[in-house]
């Protein structure tokens, strides 16, 4: 068989397979890596980035032009094996910092195998270019996708800060309990002005936990801090945006929003934004805040009605920013201003009024948040029908009740569905909240 063939034979069944090798006249064998002092293309374990029913993104950082691959099979010796490349029809990316392959097509509540590789192109100019190759990474690993009939749990972190030592115990906490998806509900970085900085915080951010998501798929919702930084204007470049085919063109911009089924669990993903008002003066008048939650506001609408929501035994919302406070009537508590408790309070109000008619009506059982970076559970109340943890922060102080490093860990056992807080400071579980419907 030629290289040809060979590469051909791995693509079968692939149409955007098949379209990208043939139009391949440079290819060379596959290695693990260069021999002549070059670095390694591959420059980072792969990082699944959007757990779906159907669709798996899969990125990884590059050290050079590069057209990175997926091979994806359902079975761990990868017989059978489909590649997708980088990019969509037409032209496959070059990129000389990451690969980003959204691999579709894929069949709910399925576990599958995969590895990656890349090709290293040499780009001189749009009639000059070489590729010199792939490069192969020989680790498989392998993701479950989510669905209905999909077994397992969920984990929830947020404001991790970009701190490593909150970050060595959470993931490790994370690898302890293997969820079958982990939701990184906000405030992942500070700010982010050059890429690279996006790039260490959530596609190498910790070097204890190089494969920190390589077989745990994860979800990105956006917290205040993500916005922060003249990259975090294009921050899917690094964390891609979910599949668009999971959601109607009128919601073409919202690819951080997501429904989706984890056996009898719908979980919602909605992004709070920015905890200042648009008209925040240093925020220069170049914040639409508002109309992104109110098209956020059409979308839940939609996305609760639907059956895969309406049908689930158990509801979970998750958003950086709270959605309820005691005092989060108040009129007296302006947005930005008066003491911190106060601040909490008015900083639920842009979405909790937009939001919360929506949540109360389709029997949402949870809320979980962040961005107070303190844990508190409110039961549900006259004024709140749904419970709402909000986890802990990034602080490591041991004896501390509420500032933690926290996993929000869900599960349905026996018909329940049992959602535990764990204080990775201390490595003991805090919270233990039980739902029977
Ligand atoms: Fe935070
Ligand atoms: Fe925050």
Redesign the pocket.
Known sequence: MTRREFILSMAAGGSQVAAGVSDSPERVSAAAAPTDGRKPLIASAPVLQNAAERSMGVAFAVSADASGWVEVSTSPDMGGAKRVYSGGLGMMEVNDTIAHILVRGLRPATRYWYRVGADRIEYKDGYRMKNLGSEVSGKVHSFTTLGAEAQGSFCIIN?THDQKPSIDRVFSKLAELKPSVVIWN??ALNKAEKMQKAMDVLMTPHEKHPEFAADMPFMFIN???DFRGRFARHLERVWMFRDPSERDGRFAELGRNFAQRLGDIALIGLDTGE?KPDSYPAFAGIFQMDRYRDLQTEWLAEAVESPAVKSAKFKVAMC??PLFHPNWRDPNLPVGDGPKKGKCAAMTRPCARRWRPFLDKAGINLVVS??THRFVCYEPSADCPWTQITGGGCAVRPGSTTDFPSVIEGRVVDGQLIVRVHNCTENRVVAEKIFSS
Do not use: A, Q
């Open positions: 404001d906000g405030d917290g205040n801090h905890d950086h920013i962040g961005h």
